[in-house]
């Protein structure tokens, strides 16, 4: 389903997203960004670096995180900014739970951004703003 600009409000809550972060995950997705730092797929590297296992990278996060949004906005979203900072890692075998809140609203151009937070046991992994661009009608209004 798309959301429409019109049917979405500011601090509106997106449902909550458990990712379950496994090892295989973790390795994966940073071979498919093409980030081949030992730190995302050898566990003894990872630990001699001061880690206690490998850990999730950034450029799986920001996949997340789109695909967090963009679940809630549906497929006609266009998504125009994702800024997002870490902190705690994504380890082997943590849950991370993705929630965001609708912030602002810009009538201009349909423009939404939806505030973003996802947590591990750690405390928070991932926060920021994702900022999509929603059509101008309800779906099935026939305008």
Not at 95 to 123: C, F, P, Q, S, Y
Request: charged fraction near 20%.
């Amino acid at each position: 389903m798309n959301r429409s600009f019109e049917d979405v409000a500011v601090g509106e809550e997106l449902p909550a997203l458990s990712v379950p972060v496994t090892r295989t995950l973790i390795v994966a997705t940073a071979i498919a960004s093409r980030d081949y730092q030992d730190v995302h797929h050898d566990p003894s590297l990872a630990v001699e670096r001061g880690s206690k296992d490998v850990f999730m990278n950034i450029l799986t996060t920001n996949g997340l995180v789109d695909r967090y949004v963009t679940g809630w906005a549906g497929p006609a979203a266009v998504v125009k900014a994702i800024r997002i900072r870490l902190g705690a890692p994504n380890h082997p075998g943590d849950t991370m739970v993705l929630t965001g809140t609708v912030a602002a609203k810009h009538a201009e151009d349909g423009r939404v951004e939806i505030a973003v937070r996802g947590v591990n046991a750690l405390g928070p992994h991932v926060t920021g703003t994702v900022v999509v661009q929603l059509n101008g009608r309800s779906e099935g209004s026939g305008a």
